[in-house]
């Protein structure tokens, strides 16, 4: 009598369709499932970068338009999907810095003393713009440089802003360059892309030079705007006269 085979055990169904592999999705499947959803490639408009337009066989050397337009309209899409992301990066990047700007203001008029000004703009206003370093540097005609007391604060030899800036320019933008001592003394080797920023605080005063540092080379680079910096500039040189004003 044969030996009767083992009883094996039946599989158990979960009541779930068993996932379709890769090699089973064709054609056929993909165009059902479009039936179904028409609206597929308007919820998924990126599916379209991977499709490719369709040519006709026109022959006797026609060339396909319809085919040509289409690409070209892809890659316009593409080129003007990149040029929206790169807007809203750099309008998401103005507002921050327009944020910071204005904050820094703020903290500027909100001084309860002139030494307290000073302080906030050699020492706290670095850290509310994001640089790494902020110094004032006022023009002195006398023939020794002597120390000042306020840490952050440089006297120049007369004629030193103009040099800088050049006699009708109230911003210069450097790149990749090492900082100077004479305008931020020992934080100099930290500086190594600046904006040096006129102030005139009255027409009897010395002219001053506000000078931002920071380490990241390209920060601050010639043709950008500055008209955030110049506002910043501007209210420094008449909180700073207002100030004066007041010691006189």
Request: proline share 6%.
């Amino acid at each position: 009598m044969a030996d009767r085979p083992q009883d094996q055990p039946k599989p158990v169904r979960s009541g779930l369709p068993a996932p379709l592999r890769s090699a089973e999705i064709g054609a056929r499947e993909v165009v059902a499932y479009l039936r179904e959803h028409p609206d597929f490639l308007e919820r998924h408009p990126d599916a379209l970068r991977l499709l490719r337009a369709p040519t006709r066989l026109t022959g006797d050397g026609v060339v396909d338009f319809q085919h040509f337009m289409l690409e070209r309209l892809r890659s316009d899409l593409t080129r003007l999907q990149a040029e929206q992301k790169s807007l809203i990066a750099t309008s998401r990047g103005n507002l921050a810095s327009q944020s910071r700007v204005h904050k820094a203001v703020l903290a500027m008029l909100r001084a309860p003393s002139f030494e307290h000004l000073l302080q906030i703009v050699t020492t706290d206003l670095a850290l509310v713009i994001d640089v790494d370093i902020v110094t004032l540097g006022v023009e002195s005609s006398a023939s020794r440089m002597p120390r000042l007391p306020v840490q952050g604060i440089h006297l120049l030899p007369s004629g030193t802003v103009d040099r800088l800036l050049g006699p009708n320019r109230d911003a210069l933008l450097c790149t990749d360059i090492q900082g100077d001592p004479a305008l931020y003394g020992g934080a100099a080797g930290l500086v190594r892309s600046q904006a040096l920023l006129r102030l005139s605080f009255s027409r009897s005063a010395p002219l001053g030079l506000m000078c931002i540092g920071t380490r990241t080379a390209d920060a601050f680079q010639p043709g950008l705007g500055t008209e955030l910096l110049t506002f910043l500039a501007r209210t420094l040189e008449i909180t700073i006269a207002q100030w004066l004003d007041r010691v006189r």
